[in-house]
């Protein structure tokens, strides 16, 4: 076979015709030196051809989803965390596919055992604490392949400003989801919830302000998280009644994983900021480091009452589920948190009016309300972390 051939051959690009010439090849009589080297030349040039279609192949159908994949919806150039790019993300009946130039990164639903959706607000606006997007965090019960490594989140930003304007943000696959009157005058950050809430069926839908009250965290700027560290890279730490999750990358520890929250390294007086530790069940500790001092009240307040409902949660699982309630006043001396920092300066009498409520709603004066903790200072003028720092001094810092 001439060289012209055996070009004409693979650029084919035909899976048959490589099959055919190769049997060729491999019926020639001669037995000398030239004919070997071109039976060889031409079995690697076969090969290679045949690789890449199948590279193509694998590509193709991994971009098209699974052959019995329906999609409903897609929304367009969407800022993703994990895996990070502006990529499409398909909403099938069965697998949430994520959509890079040369990736996809695919997950079925009964996967996601966690599914939180966080407000970013405007860092410019503090006072308003104005909502510019939402973070969706999907946690993973197995870890899915990505290039050379495994993903255990999923985690993508929507607008909260953003319209749903077809074919341009978001695709809907079938006509009956475009005609659907309750997806009118929505917010795409919305119907991307309304899509999750009805396909992933193992989770709720977590959200900050959703849960019991007396446990919304709210801090000192007004939002539901706080600045920090974690290791060497700066987030957000939200709080929340289900648990605790830090941004980004996303880690997220629900209250059942979590068995203490407590402070890190000692707090002085000359230290603006202090560390806190989560001791995880069955886990390494987690640290977050770096918060800031005045977020000391709010973040105890949360953390006893935390510390309530994983009492209420051990109590319904002793008893077999049958909704006990949580922990009143009355015996919330028993089973209050451990989270205490010790400081050696002098009571604040100012303290009520530093700290306030750290709960939009709640009233410390009232401590009749059920699993709700009175907050106020006491009769020896300490908060809930014991003696708090002096008010001028805390402003100099």
Known sequence: MSDESLHSVVEKRDGTALCVAVADVLKVEGDDVATWRQTVQFLEEALVVAKLHQAEHEKAAAMGGAPDENLLMTIIKTPCIMPKGKLEIDFGETNLTIKGKDFTVTTPYDN????LKLPRDDPVKKKTAAV???EFVLRLENPVAHRKTTLKYIAFEVCATSAMIPDENIVFHLESLQEDPLLEDKQLHEAVEMFLDKLVTRAA????????????YVSTHGGSFVKCYRKTTSGLLYFLPEGLCFLNPPLFLSRKEVSSIAPGRETAMHLRTFDLVVEVADAPNVEFSMVEKEEIPSITEF?????LLKASDERSESTGGSGATVKTEDDSD??????VMEEDSETDEDYDELSGSAYSGSDNSDSDSDGEVAMGPDDDDEGPLGPFPDQVDMEDI
Do not use: C, H, L, W
Request: net charge negative; aromatic share 10%.
């Open 112 to 115: 996601v055992d966690a599914m």
């Open 334 to 339: 028993e089973e209050d948190s451990d989270f």
């Open 132 to 134: 510019v997007s939402y």
């Open 303 to 307: 953390v006893n009452n935390f510390s």
């Open 205 to 216: 839908m977590i959200k900050p302000g959703t849960g019991r009250q007396n446990v919304r």
